[in-house]
Structure formats: C-alpha cells, structure tokens
C-alpha cells in the first residue's frame, strides 16, 4: 500500500477527525491557511494526493485502489469514520470514497466537485485528453506545463487576485513532480474514474455542495447534484470561480466551520 504524506493539526483525542483532499497541481499546503481555525476543536488530517507532493503514485493506480488505501490508512490511524472536504479533484476522490465506504464518512463537503462523467463514450474522450496532457508534462516540463495549465478557461478568475496569492498558486504548482502529474492524470483523471451519478441517491449523509457563481459549468453541476442527493445542500459563493477557497477564503471558511464542524456562530454572507 502506498504511504500517504500528510500533515496533522488538533488533538488526536478528538471525538471527530477532518479528512482533507486537495485538487490537481495542489498538495497539502492548499489547506494551511485553515488549519489554525479548523483545527480548534477537530483532528484534522491533509493529505498529499498520491503524485502530488511527497506522496508517490503507482501505474497501475485507479480511483477505487485508492479509497481501498484511504480506508486501510484510517484504519491504521485509528480512525472509525471522518468528516471529509474535497476540492475538485480532490472531490472526485472524496465522493468515491464516502461512496465505497459509506460508513466511513459521516459527513462529506464537495467544493467544485463532480460524480464523474456519464457515458463510456465522454469517458474515453476524456482519457484521450488526459493522455494528451500526461504526454505535454512529459515533453514540455513541469514549468512549460504550469505555464499553460494557469491559464485555462477553468483558472481565469484566479487572475484578479493579488499578486502575491497567484504566485504562491503558481509555487505550489511548480513544485511538483512531471512524472507524478502525468500518472495522476492517466491513472485518477476523470475519464479514468466510474460515473458516480446513479449512486448519489443512495448517499445518504449530510453532503455540502460548493460552487463558484462564476463556474458556470460546476455550478450547473451542482444543481443537478442537490436534486440527486437525499440530504445536500448548495452554497453558490459569489464573485468566485473554480478555486472557492482561494478566491473567497473567509467565507469558504464560514462554510466549513458551520457545516462540517458545526460552529452554529458563524454567519454566512454568500449569495
């Protein structure tokens, strides 16, 4: 089983633990600006995703090897179950996992977050870009690579932040590995993953939906996620994009604290 690097905050005596799974490019440094505040009264775990940061990554990976890890490495931990926040990517993953191992996740926070694609068809062309984009990292370098991957569609609202926040983004990228991203993209990409569409219904734990109103493309997701899901509620941050907790960090904030670790005095002002 590959070992997960990880960095851990609050009391192991903790009654509840806070699992956390960034998105791609990202490591655990995506979730340090929280961790002073979410850790106050939660055992809070951030893991590197496997290719990304310290943590290495297999060829033969797939999404649901991984929630297997995930699950032996609670187990190793001492861990029964966990509150779990996934970003993007990192979404995909917490969704699988709360789905094939329901009991383990008591409740799920989905920030920019998909059940995967929904035809064979999107899937295989979904790898075929993957590929593509495994091979650019390959032929290219990690630093050609960043430099395209900052300037996507997906990333464009990114570019109103202050300087400083889009280069500590940019630093976070460029420290990774080619070779992990490349795997990471063939091994856990999207058209890789299963459609986890038709076993939202059976979900049945309080899940919190997180989009950007500028992320068009998510925040229809989303909706569409809500009507599926037995006990899920959606928060639509404004004057954000893909990345809710960079662009709007203090009300990313409030969510989580109200929500995954129940702080009751913390008042919402998304719209």
């Given at each position: 089983m590959p070992k997960f690097h990880y960095v851990e905050s609050g009391s192991d005596s903790a009654s509840d633990t806070l699992l956390l799974f960034h998105g791609f490019t990202g490591t655990h440094q995506t979730w340090l600006p929280f961790l002073e505040s979410w850790s106050e009264k939660h055992h809070v775990i951030a893991v590197d995703m496997p290719g990304h940061g310290r943590t290495a990554i297999q060829d033969d990976l797939t999404m649901d090897r991984f929630t297997d890890d995930v699950a032996d490495f609670l187990v190793q931990q001492g861990i029964a179950d966990v509150k779990l926040l996934g970003?993007?990517?990192?979404?995909?993953?917490?969704?699988?996992?709360?789905?094939?191992?329901?009991?383990?996740?008591?409740e799920?926070?989905?920030?920019?977050?998909?059940?995967?694609?929904?035809?064979?068809?999107?899937?295989?062309?979904?790898?075929?870009?993957?590929?593509?984009?495994?091979?650019?990292?390959?032929?290219?370098?990690?630093?050609?690579?960043?430099?395209?991957?900052?300037?996507?569609?997906?990333?464009?609202?990114?570019?109103?932040?202050?300087?400083?926040?889009?280069?500590?983004?940019?630093?976070?990228?460029?420290?990774?590995?080619?070779?992990?991203?490349?795997?990471?993209?063939?091994?856990?990409?999207?058209?890789?993953?299963?459609?986890?569409?038709?076993?939202?219904?059976?979900?049945?734990?309080?899940?919190?939906?997180?989009?950007?109103?500028?992320?068009h493309k998510f925040v229809g997701i989303n909706q569409e996620m809500e009507k599926r899901l037995s006990a899920a509620e959606l928060h639509i941050v404004a004057s954000a994009g893909h990345c809710v907790h960079v662009e709007q960090p203090r009300i990313f904030d409030k969510i989580v604290r109200r929500y995954l670790l129940h702080n009751e005095a913390d008042i919402l002002e998304e719209s």
């Open positions: 970003y993007s990517m990192g979404g995909r993953a917490a969704l699988a996992f709360a789905c094939r191992y329901p009991d383990r996740v008591s799920l926070l989905l920030e920019s977050a998909s059940p995967g694609l929904r035809t064979e068809e999107e899937r295989l062309a979904r790898q075929k870009q993957d590929q593509r984009l495994a091979s650019r990292l390959k032929t290219d370098g990690l630093e050609q690579f960043v430099n395209f991957w900052e300037n996507i569609p997906l990333f464009d609202t990114q570019k109103n932040l202050p300087e400083f926040i889009q280069q500590n983004i940019r630093e976070e990228r460029l420290s990774q590995q080619a070779t992990g991203l490349a795997s990471s993209l063939r091994t856990m990409g999207t058209g890789k993953q299963d459609s986890y569409w038709d076993k939202l219904s059976f979900l049945d734990k309080p899940v919190i939906l997180v989009a950007g109103s500028m992320d």
